[in-house]
């Protein structure tokens, strides 16, 4: 008898297993529809109802896993920043052999290219940023990233040290999120204006050599 119930219980990992994956599959389905939903509509113009139809499941399945429209978009910035955020600290680590301007010319160049994959992901970002999850460090390190760079400049003598620097940086960071901002808006590529923004902003703060 107990032969007998040990093999009962023994298929029910390989049903939770599948289960699991199944809910899973079902989660990434709604989170893929409220990223194309959210994308091309804006948020309000994303119902659940909408979200639930695009996902192939019903409104009451919808809501076994996300408590409302606020909850399932907080959780697209979790899964979206867990597949974006290795890929920008890879594009961080490159180029470090590299001198200031030309690590400076990879890193913004990797960086576009990374959000060009994910362009439709930052189309809600801009709709919904005011949803994304407390604790993201996303901006500070990209931010951090730059500055690195900039004082890799500065100990190579291209960049002169306090304000000019310190603007340098944040021209960069700055002109980056603008850029993207409008070209993700307008439909435009974004690797085509990597080495423009560069050249903009070192021709006007690049130190002069002395007399």
């Known amino acids: 008898m107990n032969l007998d119930s040990s093999r009962r219980r023994g298929p029910k990992p390989v049903r939770q297993s599948l289960r699991f994956q ?15 939903l959210i994308a091309a509509k804006g948020l309000h113009g994303a119902p659940l109802v909408d979200i639930a139809r695009r996902a192939g499941v019903a409104v009451g399945t919808l809501y076994n896993y996300f408590a409302d ?3 399932l978009v907080r959780a697209l910035f979790e899964s979206r920043r867990a597949l974006i955020r290795p890929q920008i600290l890879e594009a961080i680590a490159r180029g470090r ?6 690590h400076l010319r990879k890193f913004v160049t990797d960086t576009l290219t990374i959000y060009d ?12 940023e005011h949803l994304k999850p407390v604790g ?3 901006a500070a390190e990209m931010q951090i990233a730059v ?15 306090g304000p000019t620097a310190e603007l340098v940086g944040l021209t960069i960071w700055g002109g980056l999120k603008a850029n993207v901002m409008r070209r993700i808006s307008d ?6 204006f990597a080495d423009d923004l560069v050249t903009l902003v070192l021709d006007g703060a690049r130190k002069k050599p002395s007399r």
């Open 187 to 192: 439909g435009r590529p974004l690797g085509d």
């Open 136 to 138: 993201n460090t996303s």
């Open 97 to 102: 052999e590299l001198r200031f301007e030309a």
């Open 117 to 128: 994959q994910h362009r439709r992901f930052l189309k809600v970002v801009f709709e919904a």
């Open 22 to 36: 199944q809910r899973e599959a079902a989660r990434a389905g709604i989170l893929d529809a409220a990223e194309e």
């Open 69 to 71: 429209r606020d909850d």
């Open 147 to 161: 500055d690195e760079i900039v004082a890799k400049g500065v100990l190579e003598g291209e960049l002169a040290a």
